[in-house]
Nanobody, 124 residues
């Protein structure tokens, strides 16, 4: 399973690091991603990583503020979020799929495994 943690309530301008425990996965064999869903909105991709930081992709909203990383030995995926604003308020999900995929890594249709989510609330 994929289990997210680290969600919290923070003030605008603050930072959070989300974690995803991917027990049962050999992360090196998967594309790992973060998605989020705000109330009343569709789920959207935040960022994804395959081999490492050098091939991470980010949605426009998080570029320059969010950083994805993974620790294959610990089977952990992370999302460092800086300069948070109120529009970042959402339920954040970890997702995974096997690496036999060359399409859009920020499309939720590409992923086969999902966590339950962790809530991030940013107040002004």
């Amino acid at each position: 399973p994929l289990v997210e943690s680290g969600g919290d309530s923070v003030q605008a301008g603050g930072s959070l690091r989300l974690s995803c425990a991917a027990s049962g996965y050999v992360i090196a064999g998967y594309i790992m991603a973060w998605f989020r869903q705000a109330p009343g909105k569709e789920r959207e991709g935040v960022g994804a990583i395959t081999r490492g930081a050098d091939d991470a992709v980010y949605a426009g909203s998080g570029k320059g503020r969010f950083t994805i990383s993974s620790d294959n030995a610990k089977k952990m995926l992370y999302l460092q979020m800086d300069s948070l604003n109120t529009e970042d308020t959402a339920l954040y999900y970890c997702a995974a799929r096997l690496r036999d995929y060359s399409g859009d890594r920020l499309s939720d249709a590409a992923y086969t495994s999902w966590g339950q989510g962790t809530q991030v609330t940013v107040s002004s």
